[in-house]
């Protein structure tokens, strides 16, 4: 086997690993899993590492298992909590486990015939008739109570000064680690991965599992990746309007183009690595590029259309590139009229906007009574006038002259007309 955990460090994807993991790894195809947690109906760019850490196994060889928490779900992780979470109903949470698997299902093929393809799981599957008598009797016996207290996940919550930790909160490491056993018995996985903030989980679920087998039987291992931050020392994946998701309906494909195309140098340099599955050939050669002519930020693009292009399709990777060219390139009335009403919007935040009637549209209006009376984009007629004659207004990226009158037949998506002053001084003219 190919040494996936040397590529996986120069890339800065290993936090914690428990001896004999990488031996493991590379004696044998090694069935891996991962959990998701169902808080919502989709995942954000913060479970782009998981996902990305389940490919790798793929292309290494291994055999991937996106475990999705329908059960652990119902109880909410306390790792990294300070409170106790609310539960989900649980028509809710059914939903949100259907969510999520449509997402894991756009970058890992569960239908796939070949002898690694990846698994997808749920575990209320195998939790929902499992009686408390017997978890208690079964799995309860063989984890002490002094061993879950010294979890940080725990010892954080007892110290803090909330309401402490619930009793429900508290059997959560050990419900994920009967997981772990479940899918060592029934798929033989000896390796379970997450975030560095799931080391105590995981490593209760190995205690578990060599605690419940014997010899050979009893063999586990697991492994941490690193909590993405930025360089100032801010949370990862979320912009001003909040966490960046992996769905069109809650982050669309322009939005999501544009927040790698805006990371920092320092962090793009890192998110390269983590984030893309270039080789480290490729990747040296870009970081070189970019030191030599930052002002081209050639990695933000590269970051972006790798990602933009994992994420969604090479076909929305273009279109929203298309998109930023309306606000920062040459683009042409045609590419407007291409953007739908979503994406216009995006574009657009922010700029100033107006509404015109449509009886007021279809009978036309002078281009001077629109920049000043009917939108107030300009102070007065005689600037609009001398802007005019300065060959510096566009409507719909066409320059115009004074004798232009706007109608109808202007319209982006029959409700938009968009206004500019020189380069960079846009208005929406939005018709009700």
Excluded at 76 to 89: A, H, Q, T
Excluded at 117 to 135: E, G, H, Q, R, T
Aim: hydrophobic residues 40%; negative net charge; aromatic residues 10%.
């Amino acid at each position: 086997m190919k040494n996936i955990i040397s590529e996986l460090q120069w890339r800065g994807l290993v936090h914690d690993i428990m001896p004999g993991t990488e031996e493991q790894l590379l004696k044998e195809m090694t069935t891996t899993y991962i959990g998701f947690d169902p808080t919502s109906d989709s995942l954000h760019i913060g479970s782009l590492v998981p996902i990305i850490l389940l490919v790798h196994l793929k292309n290494f060889g291994h055999k991937p298992i996106a475990l999705v928490g329908g059960a652990t779900g119902m109880i909410g992780d306390p790792s990294g909590k300070s409170d106790e979470r609310n539960l989900l109903d649980e028509a809710t949470l059914n939903h949100n486990v259907e969510g999520i698997k449509g997402v894991l299902s756009r970058f890992l093929d569960f239908n796939s015939k070949e002898v690694n393809a990846p698994v997808l799981v749920n575990n209320y599957d195998w939790m929902k008739n499992l009686s408390f008598i017997n978890f208690a009797r079964d799995v309860g016996k063989r984890i002490t109570v002094n061993y879950m207290m010294a979890k940080d996940s725990v010892k954080k919550r007892l110290a803090g000064e909330g309401e402490g930790m619930s009793f429900t909160e508290f059997t959560y490491q050990l419900i994920q680690g009967y997981d772990f056993y479940h899918l060592h018995k029934e798929y033989n996985c000896l390796l379970q991965m997450g975030g560095s903030d799931q080391w105590g989980n995981i490593t209760t679920g190995t205690e578990l599992v060599r605690r419940m087998n014997v010899g050979e039987e009893a063999k586990a291992y697991a492994m941490t990746c690193p909590l993405i931050t930025k360089a100032d020392g801010t949370k990862f994946g979320k912009s001003e309007g909040g966490n960046v998701w992996l769905t069109a309906d809650k982050t669309s494909v322009y939005k999501f183009y544009q927040f790698w195309l805006n990371t920092t140098d320092v962090d793009a340099e890192k998110y390269i690595k983590i984030f893309t599955f270039l080789d480290k050939e490729t990747i040296d050669s870009l970081i070189e590029e970019h030191k030599s002519a930052p002002h081209m930020r050639a990695l933000q693009r590269k970051l972006a259309e790798e990602l933009t292009t994992f994420v969604h399709s090479k076909e929305e990777l273009e279109k929203a590139i298309k998109a930023s060219t309306i606000l920062f390139g040459n683009a042409t009335a045609d590419d407007l009229k291409e953007l739908d009403e979503g994406t216009f919007l995006e574009v657009f935040d922010g700029v100033p906007q107006a509404e015109i009637a449509r009886s007021e549209m279809e009978a036309g209006i002078d281009i001077i009574t629109v920049l000043n009376e009917k939108t107030g984009f300009l102070k007065s007629n005689g600037e609009a006038r001398r802007a005019l004659t300065a060959n510096s207004i566009s409507v719909n990226k066409e320059k115009v002259k004074e004798d232009f009158v706007l109608s109808t037949k202007n319209l982006i998506n029959n409700q938009f007309v968009l206004l500019q002053s020189g380069k960079k001084n846009y208005f929406v003219v939005r018709v009700v």
